[in-house]
């Protein structure tokens, strides 16, 4: 298993575009999280889903900021639109069942001029 | 609400000095407590879980109720001890992470 995937590993952009970061959890693996990570803030949660379903989003910053997961093996995080202090690592990891332990992909870092 | 706190961004030792990364955390629960480590180039994995009182890698991590504390510690620190390392708090199936502290242990 290659683990969590995410793409692209790098994006750059420029303020005001749509943004869109892809994430594939682990084959199994029922719960995915979205994480942004900043030096100021750490790691963040921004959005976990449970079955493909949305649980609790209350970590997504603002309304510009969206997040899909249309079967088991996808999810989307998209910025529309993009600004200069988006620029972060987003983290996707995922879980299975009661497992306390977390499976991270590779990040990708969004740069935002 | 849950809160976890690590006061140092950045931490330098000597290689075989002790080592001791601090977490604070905030929860009126039974609380359930990690650390994950990033080392250059890899990706975010777990550490270790205080509930399993296991020493990996050399570290270890006690759980002080009274301190709300989870400060994660090692006697000799090694080169490839060198990474980030972030405290977290599970509530729930939610993780609440601190801001991480970038370890660096020089020759």
């Known amino acids: 298993d290659a683990g969590v995937i995410q793409s692209p590993r790098h994006e750059v952009t420029e303020m005001g575009q749509e943004v869109t970061l892809r994430c594939k959890p682990i084959s199994g693996h029922d719960y995915l999280f979205w994480y942004r990570q900043t030096m100021m803030r750490g790691l963040e949660l921004l959005i976990y889903f449970n079955n493909n379903v949305p649980i609790d989003d209350s970590g997504m910053p603002e309304d510009r900021f969206s997040a899909k997961m249309p079967n088991a093996s996808f999810s989307t995080l998209k910025i529309q639109p993009s600004e200069p202090r988006d620029s972060a690592v987003y983290f996707c990891a995922s879980k299975y069942g009661l497992s306390d332990e977390q499976f991270f992909g590779p990040g990708t870092r969004l740069t935002v001029l | 609400a849950q809160r976890v706190t690590q006061p140092e961004k950045l931490l330098s030792v000597f290689k075989g000095a002790p080592v001791e990364l601090k977490c604070n955390y905030s929860y009126s629960g039974s609380p359930e407590l990690f650390w994950y480590v990033q080392y250059s180039r890899q990706r975010l994995q777990l550490l270790l879980r205080?509930?399993s009182r296991e020493s990996i890698k050399g570290f270890t991590a006690d759980l002080n109720k009274g301190e709300t504390s989870f400060h994660l510690k090692k006697p000799f620190a090694q080169e490839e001890d060198s990474a980030m390392y972030y405290c977290a708090l599970k509530y729930g199936n939610q993780f609440y992470f601190g801001t991480g502290t970038s370890l660096t242990v020089i020759p």
């Open positions: 205080h509930i």
